[in-house]
């Protein structure tokens, strides 16, 4: 005899005549799929459309978040350009300069600032990690270096206050920062430089290897007695000279066979482009660094480029 035999295709349950051998019995009807596991299905299915409806909702907040944070990142990073330094031309002195964040905001920042007719400030500082917490102790750290410089307060006693001021403020065993400085008496014809945990300043005079001002304290913000007691070095200053302050991420940059630039490495470019009129030179450091680097900056980039020229 005949039987309906319900089958199961794509959620649809239709009914198929089959042949079944008379054994005397009445026809019946076979089910594969009972009531409870049809039940069940609509449930399962019910559950996923809820689910599916939840992941839209979270996805379409997380959109909106991730617009407003980028829409503030913007804002952070036209605000933090004031941390950067900027070129300028002061008392027979002119300055070219060169900044540039690893990510959208930094951690690095310099000044180039005249309090008065008398000084010319050159500064570079650079404080640990990266990304949005890097860049505002920067600021904190900018302000307050700022203030200082105004007030003329010799380049060590800044350290020692800066230094006093993070420990005091940050109070954190994962944070320090670096920094280098130099002061040009305008009058005198002389530099005082002072450095902490940073990379040497270059001081160039035309025709020789560039001089190597080592930082004679150690990184400010982890130990109070970071500040040497003798920190400045005093150099005397000629027409022609040329003094170049930088942060780690120039130095720090490796080749295709995983080699880093280093001190030394800068310092080769540094002489060659010595050579070339100072509008050429911080250009032209930068071009033998990409020619020779693999890959873009992984670190936060500042130079400060001075040149005595009368």
């Not at 070129?87 to 930094?106: E, H, L, M």
Request: some cysteine.
């Amino acid at each position: 005899m005949q039987s309906d035999l319900l089958i199961a295709d794509g959620g649809v349950y239709t009914s198929v005549i089959t042949e079944i051998p008379c054994t005397g019995a009445r026809p019946q009807r076979i089910k594969s799929f009972e009531s409870e596991t049809m039940s069940a299905y609509a449930k399962k299915r019910a559950e996923l459309i809820q689910h599916c409806r939840r992941l839209r909702i979270a996805n379409s907040k997380l959109k909106a978040l991730r617009k407003e944070f980028d829409e503030d990142l913007a804002i952070a990073a036209r605000l933090q350009r004031h941390l950067e330094p900027r070129p300028a031309v002061c008392g027979g002195v002119r300055v070219d300069t060169f900044s540039q964040p690893a990510r959208t905001i930094g951690g690095d920042f310099g000044v180039v600032c005249a309090p008065n007719d008398q000084y010319l400030n050159l500064l570079v500082g650079d404080v640990s990690g990266h990304g949005i917490s890097a860049a505002l102790a920067a600021n904190r750290i900018f302000s307050e270096t700022s203030g200082h410089l105004q007030t003329g307060t010799q380049l060590g006693e800044i350290l020692s206050r800066l230094n006093r001021f993070a420990l005091q403020t940050f109070n954190s065993s994962s944070f320090f920062f670096t920094f280098a400085a130099a002061r040009l008496d305008l009058s005198a014809r002389r530099m005082v430089f002072a450095g902490a945990g940073h990379p040497p300043c270059m001081f160039i005079k035309l025709g020789t290897e560039p001089q190597l001002l080592e930082a004679r304290s150690m990184i400010l913000g982890a130990l109070p007695n970071a500040v040497c007691h003798d920190p400045m070095i005093e150099v005397a200053l000629d027409p022609g000279d040329r003094i170049l302050l930088y942060t780690d991420g120039i130095t720090e940059v490796f080749d295709e066979r995983n080699e880093m630039l280093g001190i030394e490495g800068l310092r080769s470019f540094v002489r060659d482009a010595s050579l070339l009129p100072f509008e050429e030179m911080l250009p032209a450091i930068l071009e033998r660094i990409a020619a020779w680097r693999k890959g873009p900056f992984a670190d936060d980039v500042t130079l400060i480029l001075a040149e005595v020229f009368e």
